[in-house]
């Protein structure tokens, strides 16, 4: 069995768990807490960055990170299920899933400013910085939400992910502004139930 190194906080690790129930392969797979900050924990050996998520397969390979993951899943499960196999489809996918990460690491980054320093060792311009990632792809992406097709694909999985990231952790102080992605989340956690099954808490 495969085990997945994972946080019910990490918005990447909640990428995978969600594909993981899309591709059918939830009895396939065991999901193990993990804290990256404890210097004990086995994580800091599976991947030398100290990062999740980390799938260990059955023979101990360790893949991370989540796109990797997500790769060998959808391979594993007989390919083209969330990753379309070529052309504009496939790119479209991959150009979403990478927005909506930079959203997510952008969110991550401003929240370890807030955890790791002290109050008044805040770098307010790097703050922004972060904020005006963040900024700047929601309000394209409110210009043209993307189209939910039957097959749900890596992009719309981490989309998803971001915008619950962000209700997580900065109390959905988004969605005044972006009314058509609340409508696209919304329409996705109904396609979806793993969605709302992986919440983080």
Not at 48 to 72: C, F, N, Q, W
Not at 123 to 136: A, F, L, N, Y
Request: contains cysteine; proline residues 7%; glycine residues 8%.
């Amino acid at each position: 069995m495969m085990i997945l190194r994972s946080s019910s906080s990490s918005p990447f690790a909640r990428k995978v768990r969600i594909a993981v129930h899309l591709l059918g392969l939830a009895g396939e797979i065991r999901i193990e807490n993990t804290d990256t900050m404890d210097p004990k924990d086995s994580v800091r050996r599976q991947n030398p960055l100290g990062k999740i998520p980390v799938l260990m397969l059955e023979d101990g390979t360790a893949l991370y990170d989540s796109r990797v993951i997500l790769e060998y899943l959808d391979d594993r499960a007989g390919g083209g299920r969330i990753i379309p196999r070529a052309g504009a489809p496939r790119f479209a996918a991959l150009h979403l899933q990478a927005t909506a990460d930079g959203i997510m690491d952008a969110g991550v980054l401003q929240i370890y400013e807030g955890r790791w320093r002290p109050k008044e060792k805040h770098e307010p311009k790097w703050v922004e910085h972060q904020v005006g990632k963040i900024t700047r792809a929601l309000s394209q992406l409110e210009q043209r939400p993307p189209a939910l097709a039957p097959m749900v694909h890596v992009g719309d999985i981490a989309l998803a992910c971001a915008l619950g990231y962000l209700d997580f952790r900065f109390e959905g102080r988004w969605r005044a502004d972006h009314p058509r992605l609340v409508e696209w989340l919304d329409e996705f956690a109904f396609k979806v139930p793993a969605f709302a099954e992986t919440k983080p808490h």
